[in-house]
């Protein structure tokens, strides 16, 4: 382990000493992915320093223990840096981890209401007003692409976009079934029905990283929906692009401009393919292991909100906190830490196994 780290903290020092190069400053593409790969490492670098340290402090102090005059003074260090290193040690091995190269991606979330009927769709919404907040709050930028409502204001289906550094790595854990137990505004005798909305959560990525073939497209166009007056949409702006070889369908209407409306179609379409493609990789990868977590697929039901107890439980792990009010408002941040430090630790367990096999 000490000579990795040592490895570690010579590329951290490169990289420091690349950035100060002519001809790294003056190319901003380089001088982009030399400081993006700086910023990574120096967390790991930095651990990786103070752990040397502390072993270096270990091995003088043990030389000098059976000196007569230093030994007791040798002694306390020895012991003192003896116990520092395990949780150093421990610390280094949760950084090591390798990331999920999505993580500082913007990402795609698409809402569906599922079994419940209206009810569905008006936790749908709830599901939506949530993580706008939860993005807000972060002051994140969030676009809407396409949205079916109904009548009584619940939401049938919503594909919209949230902008921001770090914005996968949080959402990435709501993907799945999520399932709502309350009494209806629409029931009259009081009784508490469950109902489920469906999450997908799509890292986004650009036409450059993905290669999508224009004659494998079908792309009409269509009037936008409006709710009448001023914003009815007399021209056929809005757009549906259908990829042929796997009959993905994505439509957008949000925007008034048809060229808008295909741009953001595209960017769903190739966040939908790569997520497709990433998941056929992962389980070809880990077919025999699950994450603690879960597999974060759309038929799973990850957590229930019973509004009567004033609960919200994540099935995932096990948590179950009592205060859904503030959850709703887009109190995230306890059950998003919950479900990461969960997933680095089935991680760190599955990397420990794979070590020893």
Known sequence: MPEKLREIVARFEELNRRLELPEV?????????????????????????????????????????SDPELGALARDEYDAARRRLPELEERLRELLIPRDPDDDRNVIIEIRAGVGGEESALFAHSLYRMYTMYAEARRWKVAVANVNTTELGGIKEISFSVEGAGAYSRFKFESGVHR?????????????????????VLPEVTDVEINIDPSDLQIDTYRSSGAGGQHVNKTESAIRITHLPTGTVV????????????????????????????????????????????????????RTYNFPQGRVTDHRIGLTLYKIERIMDGELDELIDALAAAARAGELGAAEGGDED
Do not use: F
Request: net charge neutral; aromatic share 4%.
């Open 25 to 65: 400053y003056s190319d901003a593409a380089e001088y982009t992915r030399t400081a993006r790969e700086l910023k990574e490492l120096t967390p790991v670098a930095e651990s990786a320093r103070e752990y040397l340290a502390c072993l270096a402090s270990q091995e003088e102090a043990e030389a000098l223990l």
């Open 180 to 200: 709502v137990q309350r009494v209806p505004e629409t029931e009259a005798g009081g009784r508490i029905h469950t109902s489920t909305a469906t999450v997908a």
């Open 251 to 302: 439509e957008c209407q949000d925007e008034r401009s048809q060229y808008k409306n295909k741009d953001r179609a595209m960017k769903i379409l190739a966040s939908r393919l790569y997520e497709a493609e990433r998941a056929r990789q992962m389980s070809e990868r880990s077919a025999e292991r699950r994450s603690q977590v879960g597999t974060g697929m759309r038929n799973e039901r990850i």
